[in-house]
């Protein structure tokens, strides 16, 4: 075996990350680790990649033991880690970003021709085309992942960490990576990879490992295995199965006619966007990333401005009205990107939990402090958010246990209508059932819910209708039991509908 | 006109310019390191006043330098260690520092030297004057140029020593690299917190030169205050030339000039008080023009999902 983990335990204070863990990995296997938020993945990996010191147990690189205490001496034993927010130098060249830390040239001079060229090379032997005298910054994220990799393989790595490699991806790009990982491995080099999406592991990996509450409850093959053992594994128990219900279409609740929004180079972002909200519906508002959903959703909850159209809520106009109006007309939000617009990083679980709610929760301008604690630890229950306290930071939160809180401040905001954008991202199966459970029951209640995501199977799951968007144009609008998902394919990427 | 811009107004220009130069250069380092240095004004004053009492005391006017020097990379070490080590806020350490400059000069100049208000001594001798052989004889340009203190001449030189370490060798890359996303640059085994402690106390260094060049390069003497807001003046040409060396070199060159002519201008009766107006008046209307882009950009890179 190339790399053995053996016995590892981890512990802060009390709380035990990792207990008695053994891994392997042989060369040109692609391994999986799956498990659900807070299980002591990337716990592990960081012990592996030398930014943690494990309490107890061992690990070895080909067959020698070998002690990690920074990154750097991981790297040096042909260890190389893709974290899951890229750690990237915006404002640098694609070769500078890969070069790094092994820079070309003499006398401590950089040579950035040598790191252009070595860079170019790399790119063609391993078949992972980029530029490298484009800025960073200017790279989708495709590309940006796709540095990331190359960099890891400068350094020399012959083992690589992905840390949810896809979770940013758009599904083409998430076939290239996939593309690229299996080739990668059929030259010899072997790769652990962690991942929520299972149908994404099990078209990869060779072999899975799955961790729950720090502990391995299995070690599979992946060819004899389905997702619901895998599932099964990493909840402890079988999934139920979610019925929908037919719905009661009720009145409508949002009403979009004619929304446009301007985009750079006379293309608009949104594009007469015009479509209704019943209440007692999921409407799924499917696409491909960047295609004018956010920009919609932000013209939708009073974020961005429209240059034309108008928004309809519980029939008020709120067309260009404020946030605030639209919110305590009916609108409830779960921002598509939990950092920008859910949460505050340096602000603790309870002032999350209580944003939004701030207005009813006070008595004579003064914070109800024991009723919000109350209120906010009863979502952290229930919704099983993994956190310290409820005054850790967010920050520390992993993103899927910060998009529980927001997804339970969110629901218990109680509104007739809610916007639910990527909702699910970066959150395990067990608290993907949860909030999918969630948004159901309210939608029985005959609360209206505009569901936007990237994720197809989200969308078929759950929606009653499903609306297409691509290049800022409603280009499809399909009854969910009669939508396929090639059918829902060939829209987002701009072709006919049959 | 042409009494106003003959060839000494420049000459006390280029002067000028020196101190505010190294400064502003110090906070680049520092700025590109990641940390935001508003303690420059501070650490001038330490060095004008530091450089004085290393005259006293040793009587050599370099050993003063070297005195001011190293005390200033002192205090800078303590900006360093508050805000590098215990993670303060780099700019409230920073205005701390401006504030125990300023009392701290003013109390040790009654101590030390039993006077109030400024401390002059007529057989202190203050930093040499270089006259450059043939340049000194160039028309006009020569009485510009030549006939400078040495630390006048370090001054330009270490503009270029900073553009070639910053944008040509690998030290300088991962200066950059630490201040653009130290996080980053940790994961990668690059040590962050010594290359932003180096950032300090380069920047420290620079501050006892301004500081030296201050108290020992024209007049030889230390007055309370002296630097009256010089350092803040290097701050906005850090921000101005976008921590550039080469565009803090023509940024610090426009203040300096600015404040030559000020004093140029209380010569023609103008009052003292509006001519000290001069420079700072000059450091507004230019922020009108230089709307510095790279802000927009933080701006929104912090707006940005830290995925």
Not at chain 1, 341 to 347: F, H, L, P, R, S
Not at chain 2, 113 to 136: C, E, N, R, S, T
Request: proline residues 3%; glycine residues 10%.
């Amino acid at each position: 075996m190339l790399l053995n983990m053996e016995n590892i335990s981890k512990s802060y204070g009390p709380v035990k990350a990792n207990s008695d863990i053994n891994f392997t990995l042989g060369k040109g296997e692609i391994h999986a680790l799956v498990g659900e938020n807070g299980a002591g993945k990337t716990t592990l990996m960081r012990i592996l990649y030398g930014m943690e010191k494990p309490t107890s147990g061992s690990i070895l690189v080909n067959g020698k033991p070998q002690s990690f205490s920074t990154p750097a001496d991981a790297i040096k034993s042909g260890i190389g880690m893709v974290h899951q927010h890229f750690m990237l130098f915006p404002s640098f060249t694609v070769a500078e970003n890969i070069v790094i830390g092994q820079e070309p040239g003499k006398w401590n001079g950089f040579d950035r021709k040598a790191a252009v060229a070595a860079v170019e090379e790399l790119s063609r032997q391993y078949g992972m085309p980029v530029d490298p005298n484009q800025k960073v910054e200017s790279c989708s994220l495709g590309v940006q992942q796709r540095v990331e990799i190359l960099k890891v393989l400068y350094q020399g790595a012959d083992i690589i960490i992905l840390d949810e490699p896809t979770g940013v991806l758009t599904p083409l790009e998430v076939k290239e990576l996939l593309v690229a990982i299996k080739r990668l491995a059929s030259q010899g080099k072997s790769f652990i990879l962690i991942s929520h999406k299972l149908q994404e592991i099990m078209e990869v990996a060779d072999r899975i490992t799955v961790l729950r509450d720090g502990r391995v409850t299995g070690v599979v093959d992946a060819k004899h295995t389905d997702i619901e053992q895998i599932s099964r594994l990493m909840v402890g128990r079988d999934l139920a199965q979610m019925q929908r219900s037919t719905p009661k279409l009720g009145a409508p609740v949002l009403e979009v006619k004619g929304l446009t929004m301007p985009g750079d180079r006379g293309k608009p972002l949104v594009d007469g966007a015009t479509f209704k909200v019943h209440a007692g519906e999921i409407v799924g508002v499917a696409g491909i990333s960047g295609n004018g959903q956010s920009e919609l959703i932000g013209a939708i909850a009073g974020l961005q401005a429209a240059s034309s159209g108008q928004v309809t809520l519980t029939g008020q106009d709120v067309t260009g009205a404020p946030v605030r109006k639209i919110r305590e007309l009916g609108l409830a939000h779960i921002p598509e990107d939990r950092y920008q617009w859910g949460a505050a990083k340096d602000a603790t679980v309870v002032e999350n939990g209580v944003m939004g709610h701030a207005r009813r929760q006070q008595r004579f301008g003064l914070m109800r402090g024991r009723s919000i604690r109350k209120m906010v630890e009863g979502w952290v229950k229930r919704f099983e958010v993994k956190t310290g306290s409820l005054d850790t930071k967010v920050q520390f939160l992993s993103g899927g246990n910060l998009q529980k809180l927001i997804a339970a401040r969110e629901l218990a905001q109680g509104t007739p209508f809610l916007i639910a954008a990527e909702p699910t991202r970066g959150v395990d199966v067990g608290a993907m059932e949860m909030i999918h459970g969630e948004l159901l029951k309210r939608r029985d209640e005959q609360g209206a819910i505009l569901l936007v995501s990237s994720e197809l199977t989200e969308i078929l799951k759950l929606s009653d209708r499903i609306l297409v968007m691509n290049e800022g144009r409603i280009v499809g609008e399909l009854p969910s039991d009669e939508a396929t998902e090639e059918q829902i394919s060939l829209l987002m990427a701009g072709g006919k509908r049959q | 006109m042409d009494q106003l811009f003959d060839v000494s107004l420049f000459n006390s220009a280029l002067r000028m310019v020196t101190p505010i130069l190294l400064a502003a250069l110090g906070g680049a380092i520092c700025s590109r390191a990641g940390l935001f240095n508003v303690g420059l004004e501070g650490l001038v004053l330490f060095g004008a006043f530091f450089a004085i009492v290393g005259n006293f005391l040793t009587g050599s006017v370099w050993l003063a330098v070297l005195f001011a020097v190293v005390c200033v990379m002192l205090f800078s070490l303590i900006f360093g260690y508050l805000s590098i080590h215990l993670k303060a806020n780099a700019i409230i350490v920073g205005i701390s520092l401006n504030f125990l400059a300023l009392g701290l000069t003013s109390f040790c100049l009654r101590a030390i030297f039993h006077v109030k208000g400024a401390y002059y001594d007529k057989d202190m001798k203050g930093l040499p004057q270089l006259d450059i052989p043939l340049i000194k004889d160039i028309p006009w340009g020569g009485g510009v140029i030549s006939g400078h203190s040495p630390l006048v001449y370090l001054a330009i030189i270490l503009v270029f020593v900073f553009q070639y370490f910053l944008f040509r060798t690998v030290r300088g890359f991962r200066l950059l690299a630490v201040g653009e996303n130290p996080v980053a640059a940790k994961s990668l085994g690059i040590k962050v917190t010594r290359i932003q402690y180096g950032a300090v106390l380069i920047s420290g260094l620079l501050c006892g030169l301004a500081g030296a060049q201050l108290s020992l390069g024209q007049v030889t003497m230390f007055t309370e205050n002296m630097t009256s807001g010089r350092g803040f003046i290097a701050l906005v040409a850090t921000m101005l030339g976008q921590s550039n060396p080469l565009g803090v070199a023509a940024s610090s060159m426009l203040f300096g000039f600015m404040d030559a002519v000020s004093i140029r201008l209380q010569g023609f009766s103008m009052p003292t008080n509006f001519t000290n107006m001069l420079p700072y008046v000059v450091t507004l209307v230019m922020m009108f023009f230089f709307k510095n882009k790279s802000y927009v950009q933080e701006a929104r890179k912090a707006n940005e999902s830290s995925r």
